[in-house]
């Protein structure tokens, strides 16, 4: 059994590495670790017959890791805390809004394109980081595996267009752009603002930490509301 979960783990990090090394030469979000990495352990695990199950419990100790390591983002934050407090007005109703924003167009997305009801559930907590928005649905009787794929679709979207909006909407001040990766892009957006400097980083913590409870609020507040709506 630790031989097996060995295996494992050392086995994901040779994917990521390889990975990695790939996107040096090709740099595109398509061949993104993030992306590549997945995908390669997902064709292993499918040629080798190996059930997701048994590889998830053998790597469980990657996940307990990831969760120590999260903590580390609030360094950054404390040592920023004075000039994101200074713009306290401007991020609250930012994240505010484009929470808000995100949940009526998400709903609204899916029923359009007849998804469905349980789709257009789902989708309400998908611009939040994932393991919050799993525990959100499962609270509002939407699918948990649903939101994790609209999460992850929401998170990719948003590194990638992120860099075009910036160009385009000439974007300077390092907080508006890390409130708009932490908001638009949760977990990837985070790595990404931190690539373009600590204030950037400190404010995309923040819109996913702060950005998460006001999405719940919203959540929950205009959950009947979303109900109605879907039941014409």
């Known amino acids: 059994m630790i031989l097996w979960k060995t295996s494992s783990v050392l086995l994901t990090l040779v994917f990521f590495y390889a990975a990695k090394r790939f996107n040096k030469k090709r740099p595109s979000l398509l061949f993104s670790p993030a992306i590549l990495a997945p995908i390669g352990l997902i064709l292993f695990l499918l040629f080798a017959g190996i059930p997701y199950q048994v590889y998830s419990e053998a790597t469980s100790l990657i996940s307990e890791m990831m969760s120590v390591v999260t903590v580390a983002f609030a360094i950054p934050l404390y040592r920023n805390w004075s000039v994101l407090m200074a713009h306290r007005r ?9 929470s808000l924003i995100a949940i009526l167009a998400g709903v609204s997305t899916t029923m359009l394109v007849g998804l469905g009801k349980e789709a257009a559930i ?29 999460g992850m679709l929401t998170s990719f979207a948003g590194v990638f267009l992120a860099p075009k909006i910036i160009k385009k909407m000439k974007l300077r001040h390092p907080v508006s752009i890390g409130l708009m990766y932490g908001m638009g892009a949760h977990a990837l957006g985070m790595v990404k603002a931190f690539e373009r400097g600590e204030t950037e980083g400190s404010s995309a913590t923040l819109a996913v930490i702060a950005g998460a409870m006001i999405t719940v609020v919203w959540a929950f507040t205009f959950l009947p509301v979303i109900m109605s709506w879907l039941a014409v």
Request: zero cysteines; aromatic letters at 2%; glycine letters at 8%.
């Open 122 to 150: 789902s989708v309400i907590p998908r611009s939040i980081t994932l393991p919050i928005a799993v525990s959100v649905t499962e609270a509002i009787g939407g699918m948990p595996t649903m939101t994790a794929v609209f």
């Open 90 to 98: 401007m991020i609250l109703t930012s994240l505010a809004t484009g």
